[in-house]
């Protein structure tokens, strides 16, 4: 059975950090590319960042690059997400998924169709 377990939310003041992790198990994800999406109430669920297979390559949306940073230990079969000098407009549950669709360097999506598995999310509030 495949599971992903986010955890690391909380409540913060603006400007705070927080640093996410989704441990994945049931499955070795150290071949596929992994990422982060968010939804806030009454919102879609938007991209975050993406990260490929072997953890050097990567991509951000325009809200958040520059404050945030997706990395990955394989080993762990863990993705961590550090999110810097966080804004209200952050507020939102945060999603990890998996897409298991290709282990290419180069293949790291941002779309949520994509993605095969996702975890339950871990809310994130920041207040102001």
């Known amino acids: 059975q495949v599971q992903l377990v986010e955890s690391g939310g909380g409540l913060v003041q603006a400007g705070d950090s927080l640093r996410l992790t989704c441990a994945a198990s049931g499955r070795t994800f150290s071949s596929y590319s992994m990422a982060w999406f968010r939804q806030a109430p009454g919102k879609e669920r938007d991209f975050v960042a993406a990260?490929?297979?072997?953890?050097?390559?990567?991509y951000y949306s325009n809200s958040v690059e520059g404050r945030f940073t997706i990395s990955r230990d394989n080993a762990k079969n863990t993705v961590y997400l550090q999110m810097n000098s966080l804004e209200p407009e952050d507020t939102a549950l945060y999603y990890c998924?998996?897409?298991?669709?290709?282990?290419?360097?180069?293949?790291?999506?941002?779309?949520?169709?994509?993605?095969?598995?996702w975890g339950q999310g871990t809310q994130v509030t920041v207040a102001s």
């Open positions: 998924a998996v897409s298991a669709r290709s282990s290419g360097r180069y293949y790291y999506p941002q779309t949520v169709g994509y993605y095969d598995f």
């Open positions: 990260i490929n297979w072997s953890g050097d390559r990567f």
